[in-house]
């Protein structure tokens, strides 16, 4: 570790910048103006032109720890620069640089610097890796025995840190447990429950417990050693597997061999996911690679939940801290960790706050007892409320485009607003967005773009349906033909990642992923995404969220390649909640609704105008209503039709969107039910997912439940501290629903 950079010479009135520092200033301000022209950015503090004012009026009178960060920040920016811009392998675009110039400049305010910070740009443009140059900051400030107290790196949502701590290298070896992850006694057992899912009569009969965990334990390296080693242990026993069995024989083997994992199917069935080989699968490397925390060395003192990483120290003596927003905003977490966590945090970084203030974060840590107010940057895509002291310039979705950060993104919309319009959630909304996912895109069959049923996507639905659109989709693709593999995603942190391993690894055809909006808008990194699907009704808000998953996608990007959104309209769906709305893309639409080709470039100022002189012969066109609802005695902008429902609750039952008294599958509060009613027993364990949404069903809550799943890890909480968890629950969605609407909502 280099010495830090001496900033200034001199002490009171008579301080000044020393020499290279004043250089380094003039070049790094000058290209903070050039990047974020401060003209366009008037919500954000900018620094001073003169190095000597910067030094005598906002460095050299700012708190002492204040003063500190800046300087370790000041370094690393000079180090970054001599470098060609590099961080964690990775180059860093002009604009996530420019971010660690407005931060570390605005750090420093004198008497009046700030406490908190907030960096906003568009999804899927880096913004965690700018956290992480800000933790490497801070392990240099503990290093240097400058920063006494614990750096907290925080995510909104639990299962969101795994991926911003690992890395995506490390994912497939959490996942098999290979080095440096090593396989508890629970996951043993986890692998053989998931197996006897598949088939418990074979598993039960010559795999049972004490056997299959005394196989595990000799971990063979491929799967023809833990073939033979089966072999070996069946002939031992004098057992004879049957021709039948031999496919639960060749997955049994594959798990031992650590080449495969289990999934949930759909209809509650168990499938296999085999991975391709992993080089070097034995081999002990660094547990921390991913973009926040690559800067932890090994065996530095650190906390992170058994799902996230591999610790290395206790909550108490550790100096960094992995773990979930939760432990800043759960009343009982934070109740419990005062004495050891939070009285000596001083710095929080947090990942995708979502609407969270920062008082949030720092009155658990002020009431613990700390003497400092910790300083809170956190890092998201869209700014809520204006209790934050600092707000970045903001780094938008166009110009991630112009920049080439983002790839271009097409839209299809359906249907059109003259053609018929089913209520959500219904037979023939369903036959309706099948039938239409297999229709070819006029618009890039012209362009040379690869159809939307070729490339891998991602399709949202309520659900309730999940199951229902993957049995479909499987049963429709095999019909045509068509080489794809469909799999349903309905949460659970090994789901997740193994899910998004499969996702990112070619195959024969495309690979296609189901789930709902409230399980993926906020975390679920599939890099070889091209299409969205959003085949249910969503929020605008959701909408972004969703079309940030998409952001997040790579590939090849050449000539007029792009992604592409589609979205269905519902009869009883908001028709202000279109990509047209929902982002920033810089182009004027009329307000009474128009004409758009299917496929046409939203995003791109140049691909816009480009798509509007190519496809003006394109039939594939659709008409986009007005985005309100008709007045009184005025025509419905949309043609609506009555719908058969789907969901359980209200299963056949006739959805008539015109009639307002009709409870629709969506706001009927038992629309979420499962299709049978569960038994809360306290001695079995904590409640189920399915009696949690019974109970919100009860209260009212199912809309909130949806929006935020971390209610479940709340229940579950509850019950293992001895509290209520039914009592939880309905506290939970009441806090919740106060915080988004206000009292009485």
Same mark, same amino acid.
């Given at each position: 570790?280099?010495?830090?950079?001496?900033?200034?010479?001199?002490?009171?009135?008579?301080?000044?910048?020393?020499?290279?520092?004043?250089?380094?200033?003039?070049?790094?301000?000058?290209?903070?103006?050039?990047? *974020?022209?401060?003209?366009?950015?008037?919500?954000?503090?900018?620094?001073?032109?003169?190095?000597?004012? *910067?030094?005598?009026?906002?460095?050299?009178?700012?708190?002492?720890?204040?003063?500190?960060?800046?300087?370790?920040?000041?370094?690393?920016?000079?180090?970054?620069?001599?470098?060609?811009?590099?961080?964690?392998?990775?180059?860093?675009?002009?604009?996530?640089?420019?971010?660690?110039?407005?931060?570390?400049?605005?750090?420093?305010?004198?008497?009046?610097?700030?406490?908190? *910070?907030?960096?906003?740009?568009?999804?899927?443009?880096?913004?965690?890796?700018?956290?992480?140059?800000?933790?490497?900051?801070?392990?240099?400030?503990?290093?240097?025995?400058?920063?006494?107290?614990?750096?907290?790196?925080?995510?909104?949502?639990?299962?969101?840190?795994?991926?911003?701590?690992?890395?995506?290298?490390?994912?497939?070896?959490?996942?098999?447990?290979?080095?440096?992850?090593?396989?508890?006694?629970?996951?043993?057992?986890?692998?053989?429950?998931?197996?006897?899912?598949?088939?418990?009569?074979?598993? #039960? #009969?010559?795999?049972?417990?004490?056997?299959?965990?005394?196989?595990?334990?000799?971990?063979?390296?491929?799967?023809?050693?833990?073939?033979?080693?089966?072999?070996?242990?069946?002939?031992?026993?004098?057992?004879?597997?049957?021709?039948?069995?031999?496919?639960?024989?060749?997955?049994?083997?594959?798990?031992?061999?650590?080449?495969?994992?289990?999934?949930?199917?759909?209809?509650?069935?168990?499938?296999?996911?085999?991975?391709?080989?992993?080089?070097?699968?034995?081999?002990?490397?660094?547990?921390?690679?991913?973009?926040?925390?690559f800067a932890i060395p090994p065996d530095f003192p650190l906390f992170a939940r058994e799902s996230v990483g591999i610790s290395t120290a206790s909550r108490g003596d550790a100096l960094v801290i992995l773990e979930p927003a939760s432990v800043f905003t759960s009343v009982m977490q934070i109740e419990r960790y005062r004495e050891e966590l939070h009285r000596h945090v001083e710095v929080i970084?947090?990942?995708?706050?979502?609407?969270?203030?920062?008082?949030?974060?720092?009155?658990?840590?002020?009431?613990?007892?700390?003497?400092?107010?910790?300083?809170?940057?956190?890092?998201?895509?869209?700014?809520?409320?204006?209790?934050?002291?600092?707000?970045?310039?903001?780094?938008?979705?166009?110009?991630?485009?112009?920049?080439?950060?983002?790839?271009?993104?097409?839209?299809?919309?359906?249907?059109?607003?003259?053609?018929?319009?089913?209520?959500?959630?219904?037979?023939?909304?369903?036959q309706q967005l099948l039938t239409t996912y297999f229709q070819p895109l006029s618009a890039f069959k012209e362009l040379g773009i690869s159809q939307p049923y070729d490339v891998n996507t991602l399709v949202v639905v309520h659900g309730r349906l999940v199951d229902t659109v993957v049995e479909r989709l499987r049963a429709d693709y095999a019909e045509r033909g068509m080489a794809a593999t469909?799999?349903?995603?309905?949460?659970?942190?090994?789901?997740?990642?193994?899910?998004?391993?499969?996702?990112?690894?070619?195959?024969?055809?495309?690979?296609?992923?189901?789930?709902?909006?409230?399980?993926?808008?906020?975390?679920?990194?599939?890099?070889?995404?091209?299409?969205?699907?959003?085949?249910?009704?969503?929020?605008?808000?959701?909408?972004?969220?969703?079309?940030?998953?998409?952001?997040?996608?790579?590939?090849?990007?050449?000539?007029?390649?792009?992604?592409?959104?589609?979205?269905?309209?519902?009869?009883?769906?908001?028709?202000?909640?279109?990509?047209?709305?929902?982002?920033?893309?810089?182009?004027?639409?009329?307000?009474?609704?128009?004409?758009?080709?299917?496929?046409?470039?939203?995003?791109?100022?140049?691909?816009?105008?480009r798509d509007r002189k190519r496809l003006k012969e394109i039939n594939d066109t659709v008409e986009v209503p007005a985005h309100r609802p008709a007045k009184r005695g005025e025509s419905p902008v949309i043609k609506m039709a009555c719908g058969k429902s789907l969901l359980p609750a209200d299963h056949g039952k006739i959805i008539d969107p015109s009639v307002r008294s009709t409870p629709n599958?969506?706001?009927?509060?038992?629309?979420?039910?499962?299709?049978?009613?569960?038994?809360?027993?306290?001695?079995?364990?904590?409640?189920?997912?399915?009696?949690?949404?019974?109970?919100?069903?009860?209260?009212?809550?199912?809309?909130?439940?949806?929006?935020?799943?971390?209610?479940?890890?709340?229940?579950?909480?509850?019950?293992?501290?001895?509290?209520?968890?039914?009592?939880?629950?309905?506290?939970?969605?009441?806090?919740?629903?106060?915080?988004?609407?206000?009292?009485?909502?």
């Amino acid at each position: 570790m280099r010495p830090a950079l001496k900033i200034l010479k001199g002490s009171g009135s008579a301080c000044v910048p020393t020499s290279s520092f004043a250089t380094l200033y003039r070049r790094l301000t000058r290209f903070l103006a050039d990047v *974020f022209p401060p003209e366009q950015n008037p919500q954000s503090q900018y620094p001073p032109a003169s190095a000597a004012e *910067f030094v005598s009026q906002r460095f050299a009178k700012a708190p002492e720890f204040h003063r500190h960060l800046a300087c370790e920040l000041w370094t690393l920016l000079r180090e970054i620069s001599e470098v060609g811009h590099k961080v964690n392998e990775k180059t860093l675009h002009d604009h996530q640089f420019a971010h660690l110039i407005w931060v570390t400049v605005s750090v420093t305010n004198g008497a009046e610097s700030p406490t908190s *910070f907030f960096i906003q740009g568009a999804p899927g443009t880096g913004k965690t890796l700018t956290l992480g140059v800000l933790m490497q900051a801070c392990i240099r400030l503990q290093t240097r025995g400058l920063m006494k107290g614990k750096v907290a790196y925080c995510t909104a949502k639990p299962y969101h840190i795994a991926d911003k701590v690992r890395g995506k290298g490390m994912a497939q070896r959490r996942i098999l447990r290979t080095p440096p992850y090593e396989p508890t006694d629970k996951d043993i057992n986890r692998r053989r429950l998931a197996l006897c899912r598949m088939n418990g009569e074979f598993m #039960k #009969k010559y795999f049972p417990g004490p056997r299959w965990t005394k196989l595990f334990a000799q971990r063979p390296s491929t799967e023809a050693a833990a073939r033979q080693m089966i072999a070996d242990y069946l002939c031992g026993a004098e057992l004879q597997i049957e021709e039948s069995d031999e496919p639960m024989v060749s997955n049994v083997a594959r798990v031992l061999a650590s080449v495969a994992t289990t999934v949930r199917g759909p209809s509650g069935t168990t499938e296999l996911l085999t991975f391709p080989p992993m080089p070097d699968a034995a081999c002990q490397i660094a547990s921390h690679t991913g973009d926040a925390a690559f800067a932890i060395p090994p065996d530095f003192p650190l906390f992170a939940r058994e799902s996230v990483g591999i610790s290395t120290a206790s909550r108490g003596d550790a100096l960094v801290i992995l773990e979930p927003a939760s432990v800043f905003t759960s009343v009982m977490q934070i109740e419990r960790y005062r004495e050891e966590l939070h009285r000596h945090v001083e710095v929080i970084l947090c990942d995708e706050a979502q609407r969270r203030q920062p008082v949030a974060f720092q009155e658990p840590v002020l009431s613990a007892g700390a003497r400092h107010i910790p300083l809170v940057f956190a890092a998201g895509s869209q700014w809520y409320g204006k209790n934050w002291d600092c707000r970045s310039p903001v780094h938008s979705f166009p110009e991630s485009i112009r920049r080439g950060i983002l790839p271009d993104l097409g839209v299809k919309i359906f249907p059109s607003a003259g053609d018929v319009h089913f209520p959500a959630e219904t037979e023939e909304s369903l036959q309706q967005l099948l039938t239409t996912y297999f229709q070819p895109l006029s618009a890039f069959k012209e362009l040379g773009i690869s159809q939307p049923y070729d490339v891998n996507t991602l399709v949202v639905v309520h659900g309730r349906l999940v199951d229902t659109v993957v049995e479909r989709l499987r049963a429709d693709y095999a019909e045509r033909g068509m080489a794809a593999t469909v799999r349903p995603f309905h949460g659970g942190e090994e789901d997740r990642e193994a899910l998004q391993i499969w996702f990112d690894t070619p195959d024969a055809g495309p690979n296609v992923l189901v789930s709902t909006a409230s399980i993926v808008k906020e975390s679920l990194d599939l890099l070889s995404l091209r299409h969205l699907v959003v085949g249910t009704r969503v929020s605008t808000d959701v909408l972004y969220h969703l079309i940030g998953r998409l952001a997040h996608g790579r590939g090849q990007r050449h000539g007029v390649d792009r992604m592409l959104v589609t979205l269905q309209q519902f009869a009883n769906s908001s028709l202000g909640a279109t990509p047209f709305v929902a982002i920033d893309h810089g182009q004027k639409f009329p307000d009474d609704g128009f004409t758009w080709v299917n496929g046409h470039a939203l995003m791109s100022d140049r691909a816009f105008q480009r798509d509007r002189k190519r496809l003006k012969e394109i039939n594939d066109t659709v008409e986009v209503p007005a985005h309100r609802p008709a007045k009184r005695g005025e025509s419905p902008v949309i043609k609506m039709a009555c719908g058969k429902s789907l969901l359980p609750a209200d299963h056949g039952k006739i959805i008539d969107p015109s009639v307002r008294s009709t409870p629709n599958a969506m706001t009927h509060r038992l629309a979420l039910l499962p299709a049978t009613h569960e038994e809360y027993d306290p001695q079995k364990g904590p409640p189920s997912h399915n009696v949690v949404r019974q109970w919100a069903a009860v209260c009212g809550g199912l809309s909130v439940l949806e929006t935020y799943p971390s209610i479940f890890l709340s229940v579950e909480e509850a019950y293992h501290h001895g509290c209520d968890p039914h009592q939880t629950l309905e506290q939970k969605i009441a806090q919740l629903r106060e915080r988004c609407h206000g009292p009485g909502r």
